[in-house]
C-alpha cells in the first residue's frame, strides 16, 4: 500500500493549487483521509480531513479558504487551496488510515510529501 501525491508548487499570494493523492495496493477499506502540512522549523500539523462518510475538519487557519474532498471509488483525496499566503508555506502530506487486504485492522499510511510555496 502506498499514497502518491501530486499538485504541488511554487505560487504568488492569492493564487490557488490542488494537491491529489491516490491509495494504491491493495486495500481493503479506508477510514479517515487527511492533509498535514510541515514548515520549516514547526511541527507537522494537520490541515484537513475528511472520513469515508464525508465528514470533514479543517485546521482554523485554512477554514474558508480551503476544501478537501475523496472519491471512495477511486482511493483518492484533494485538497484545493485557495487565497493562498506565505504562511502557507510548507511540505504538505497525505495521510490515510487503510485496512490492507492482506491484514488486520487499519494502520497510518504517508505519502512522500509535496512542497508547497506560497512567495511574490
Known amino acids: 500500500v502506498q499514497l502518491v501525491e501530486s499538485g504541488g508548487g511554487l505560487v504568488q499570494p492569492g493564487e490557488s493549487l490542488r494537491l491529489s493523492c491516490a491509495a494504491a495496493g491493495s486495500i481493503f477499506a479506508i477510514n479517515t483521509m487527511g492533509w498535514y502540512r510541515q514548515a520549516p522549523g514547526k511541527q507537522r500539523e494537520l490541515v484537513a480531513a475528511?472520513?469515508?462518510?464525508?465528514?470533514?475538519n479543517y485546521a482554523d487557519s485554512v477554514k474558508g479558504r480551503f476544501t478537501i474532498s475523496r472519491d471512495n471509488a477511486k482511493n483518492t483525496v484533494n485538497l484545493q487551496m485557495n487565497s493562498l499566503k506565505p504562511e502557507d508555506t510548507a511540505v504538505y502530506y497525505c495521510?490515510?488510515?487503510?485496512?490492507?487486504?492482506?491484514?488486520?485492522?487499519?494502520?497510518?499510511?504517508w505519502g512522500q510529501g509535496t512542497q508547497v510555496t506560497v512567495s511574490s
Open positions: 495521510e490515510a488510515e487503510i485496512r490492507p487486504l492482506y491484514g488486520m485492522g487499519y494502520k497510518d499510511y
Open positions: 475528511i472520513t469515508s462518510g464525508g465528514s470533514t
